[in-house]
């Protein structure tokens, strides 16, 4: 196991700047935690490259490191009495330190005004180390929150360049310098939210080829190792939402990163968390000016099978969105799980009168008309679904639909 840091980068005691700042970039690439996404190891050891880093690249730092090692290694002296004890034995007799006899402790001569001063004296050191070490803490938290938002600003140029993974890891040097920092926590969510749903789409597609292949049925296993890998990272988004969650101080702040922790809550399951956070930022003074939490609990209610509680806030929510597709589909599917047929067909119609483009409505009439194993109606529905680009349907024509 490296013991410094110096054998943790895998450089020598001499190693210039270049080097160290070579050898990080090498192992960054090999360790960072976002190529292997929920392996505890890549992430503890990736911190303590970082660390590593971090202090040999600053020569002070370094410095202080190189005197603490040097210290450590070396041979500590003898005790300071064996000296002493064989300087006695080799002095003659009479030189022998004399034994203290006869002592007196001498009397206090200072005067009580005198010794009044003293201890003012004492009041006001001790008052000026007090302020000494408070100054010093805030000068440290000042110094970490500047270095914090350094790095947080270099993290949002690389993102915006399309590095995620240079952006991941200035935003994880900012956590380091300020952990509870809302806003870096908010992107590394966002950043880890992302990732997710890039994961799942390369699941769909893996879900796919095995369907279009008819490849053996061990690979689903693979399949559903891919799908806990994209549920891992949605956690890991959910953890840093909540992180920013509990440190914003403002209610629009809380409002904004509360729906990104409900909706990423929702796809992975924790349902009671997220009706517990749709209830916080119900909470809110202004609440009712973003109605999109009504949407949310409709969600968290569909996925908890309360269709008929689900179904009546969808609703309220297309009375305030005419526009809404999706909560109609939504509604029509509450329906549908409620044995009510004719009702999903009906409102689904509705969608593709109102909304010709909308692909899913197509894709979930054709569902039911294969329930119902009415095979041409269903491929004819998938077939205008996957014109309309609904991933799901291109799956279904594959299994349903071609020979």
Known sequence: ?????????????FASDADIKKAFKELAKKY??????????????????????????????RQRYDLRINYTQSTPPPNQQQYRRAANQQRPAS?????YTNYKKPQASRSASSQKKLNNYYVYMGIGAFVFIIGCAWFYNF???????????????????????????????????????????EKVGDIYSKLAHNNSIELFYFDLELQKKAVDASLDEESADLYRK???????????????????????????????????DIKIGNFREAMVAASQ???????????????????????????????????????????SSDALIRSALCHYNESNEDFAIGQLNKVIAQFP??????????????????????????????????????????????N
């Open 95 to 99: 030189q022998a330190q004399a034994p």
């Open 230 to 264: 994209m549920k891992s990272i949605d956690s890991l988004a959910a953890m840093y939402y909540n992180r920013a969650f509990e440190n914003y101080e403002s209610d629009e702040d809380k409002r904004r990163v509360g729906l990104k922790r409900i909706r990423t």
């Open 357 to 402: 483009d909308k692909g899913e409505a197509y894709y979930f009439k054709g569902e039911i008309a294969r329930r119902n194993q009415d095979s041409i109606s269903s491929c004819t529905l998938f077939y205008k679904a996957d014109s309309l680009n609904v991933l799901a349907a291109k799956a279904a024509v594959y299994k349903y639909c071609e």
């Open 1 to 13: 196991m490296a013991s410094t840091f110096y054998e943790v980068l895998g450089v020598s005691r």
């Open 143 to 185: 110094m970490n929150a500047y270095a914090s938002n350094e790095y947080y600003t270099e993290g949002l140029k690389e993102e915006q360049k399309g590095n995620n993974v240079e952006a991941m890891g200035y935003f994880f040097s900012s956590l380091e310098k300020d952990l509870e920092n809302p806003k870096v926590n």
């Open 32 to 61: 960072h935690p976002d190529k292997h996404p929920g392996e505890k190891f890549y992430e503890e050891h990736f911190k303590k490259i970082n660390e590593a880093y971090q202090t040999l690249s600053n020569p002070q730092a």
């Open 281 to 323: 930022i119900n909470n809110y003074p202004d609440a009712k000016r973003d109605d999109s939490v009504l949407y949310y609990q409709a969600e968290i209610n569909f996925q908890m099978k309360n269709y008929t509680e689900a179904r009546r806030q969808y609703m309220s929510f297309y009375g305030l969105h005419h526009k």
